[in-house]
T-cell receptor, first 114, second 114 residues
Framework: QQQVKQSPQSLIVQKGGISIINCAYENTAFDYFPWYQQFPGKGPALLIAIRPDVSEKKEGRFTISFNKSAKQFSLHIMDSQPGDSATYFC?????????????FGKGITLSVRP | GAGVSQSPRYKVAKRGQDVALRCDPISGHVSLFWYQQALGQGPEFLTYFQNEAQLDKSGLPSDRFFAERPEGSVSTLKIQRTQQEDSAVYLC????????????FGPGTRLTVL
């Protein structure tokens, strides 16, 4: 059973547009929800993360919206740029306990057209 | 400030060969994680260390996989008698003790088993 599911599978956006990527999770014990960006040949890099005590977090052009009751969270990229073209992964973990391993979604490929 | 480094970056092995993959975490980071990323998929947890102690190895796919971190710094992931299904990118991540879920990833080692 996939614990973290992403949608859509791929996304094409025009430069300057808004990119929206959604994520749903199963395990209600998760309490840390990061988004990672990965370029070809590189490791995932943390973009932004949220905890369930807030419904929204904004850092520059990136915003996470969190809906605890629906067990969903989303990433919004404002004013999308060609340099944002990459694979985006949502993830979830438990910050308490002995192991804060991340459970990742399958990723979505974002293409921003000039 | 150096990030997480991994070596080799690329490894080609013939089926049945043993391989060793190295991870140098960020200096001072107590926690170290190994993940496996199959082509077109999100990373999947393999094993977790806190200092030199391997606290969770539940993600290791078989007893051919072995990881160690003898001095609580550098870690090695060893795969014995490699199989074609072992072909993947192996990612290492480290995190500070105070915020274990905040994980910084290395560039990965791409393993191809022929």
């Amino acid at each position: 059973q996939q614990q973290v599911k992403q949608s859509p599978q791929s996304l094409i956006v025009q430069k300057g547009g808004i990119s929206i990527i959604n994520c749903a999770y199963e395990n209600t014990a998760f309490d840390y929800f990061p988004w990672y960006q990965q370029f070809p040949g590189k490791g995932p890099a943390l973009l932004i993360a949220i905890r369930p005590d807030v419904s929204e977090k904004k850092e520059g052009r990136f915003t996470i919206s969190f809906n605890k009751s629906a067990k969903q969270f989303s990433l919004h990229i404002m004013d999308s740029q060609p340099g944002d073209s990459a694979t985006y992964f949502c993830a979830a973990s438990r910050s308490t306990g002995a192991n804060s391993k991340l459970t990742f979604g399958k990723g979505i490929t974002l293409s921003v057209r000039p | 400030g150096a990030g997480v480094s991994q070596s080799p970056r690329y490894k080609v092995a013939k089926r049945g060969q043993d391989v060793a993959l190295r991870c140098d975490p960020i200096s001072g980071h107590v926690s170290l994680f190994w993940y496996q990323q199959a082509l077109g998929q999100g990373p999947e947890f393999l094993t977790y260390f806190q200092n030199e102690a391997q606290l969770d190895k539940s993600g290791l796919p078989s007893d051919r996989f072995f990881a160690e971190r003898p001095e609580g710094s550098v870690s090695t992931l060893k795969i014995q008698r490699t199989q074609q299904e072992d072909s993947a990118v192996y990612l290492c991540a480290s995190s500070p003790n105070t915020v274990q879920e905040l994980q910084f990833f290395g560039p990965g080692t791409r393993l191809t088993v022929l």
